[in-house]
């Protein structure tokens, strides 16, 4: 199991930069892969970004050229670089992982999150 603590969420007119934290603790030594979602009001999660324990980014659409996804292995921290920020990007932005785990007998994932954090964009 893994423990989240996320920080650096507030609020930035548009067109600003927000640099967001998750400090993981626990089991950190079985996490496969970091990621953030993201959630606005009357709408569903949806992924903005992950990295895998190697170091391949992926990132959506959305958010191509703007956001950066980083981790410090030193600190065991997750990081997201958010540049040029828009009024959609508004949202409470969660960090996830994804730890070794079995299951149904076999080698497999489970998922910890975080508590969240809002971010706010001002027009």
Same mark, same amino acid.
């Given at each position: 199991q893994v423990q989240?603590?996320?920080?650096?969420?507030g609020l930035v007119?548009?067109?600003g930069s927000l640099r967001l934290a998750c400090a993981a603790s626990?089991?950190?030594?079985?996490?496969?892969a970091m990621h953030w979602y993201r959630q606005a009001p009357g709408k569903q999660r949806e992924?903005?970004?992950?990295?895998?324990?190697?170091g391949s980014t992926? /990132?959506? =659409?959305f958010v191509k050229g703007r956001f950066t996804i980083?981790? =410090?292995? =030193?600190?065991?921290s997750l990081y997201l670089q958010m540049n040029s920020l828009k009024p959609e990007d508004a949202a409470v932005y /969660?960090?996830?992982v994804e730890v070794d785990a079995v299951v149904d007998g076999q080698a497999g994932s489970d998922w910890d999150w975080g508590q969240g954090t809002q971010v706010t964009v001002s027009s």
């Open positions: 989240l603590v996320e920080s650096g969420g007119q548009a067109g626990g089991s950190i030594f079985s996490i496969k992924l903005v970004a992950a990295i895998t324990s190697g992926n /990132y959506a =659409d980083s981790r =410090d292995n =030193d600190k065991s /969660y960090c996830a």
